[in-house]
């Protein structure tokens, strides 16, 4: 049995075209409560071999989570600091 439930991954993508004209799709996922950035680039027009895969998929994680810092919370704290009352 896995681990993680289906509600434990969520996410969407967006199609998108790069200065040089190629299609792909870009957005935010979330695995397991953390997000990620993903990017999925179609390979299926540059395939080389017919085993090669027909997307590629980028997963990166944004860099406050990495330092497992929330810039809400942190900006939230600061509010707080700064209230008068």
């Known amino acids: 049995m896995s681990e993680f ?12 075209v790069s200065a040089k004209g ?3 799709y ?11 950035f993903v990017s ?3 390979n299926r027009e540059n ?5 090669s895969p027909d997307f590629s998929m980028i997963f990166k994680e944004p860099d406050w ?3 497992n810092k929330n810039p809400i919370t942190e900006i939230r704290s600061q509010l707080e600091q700064d209230l008068p009352f």
């Open 22 to 24: 190629n299609a792909y």
């Open 40 to 42: 999925l680039f179609d």
């Open 65 to 67: 989570q990495q330092k």
């Open 47 to 51: 395939k080389k071999h017919e085993r």
């Open 26 to 36: 870009s957005g935010q996922c979330t695995i397991g409560g953390k997000k990620f």
């Open 5 to 16: 439930k289906e509600k434990d991954f969520t996410g969407s993508c967006w199609k998108k």
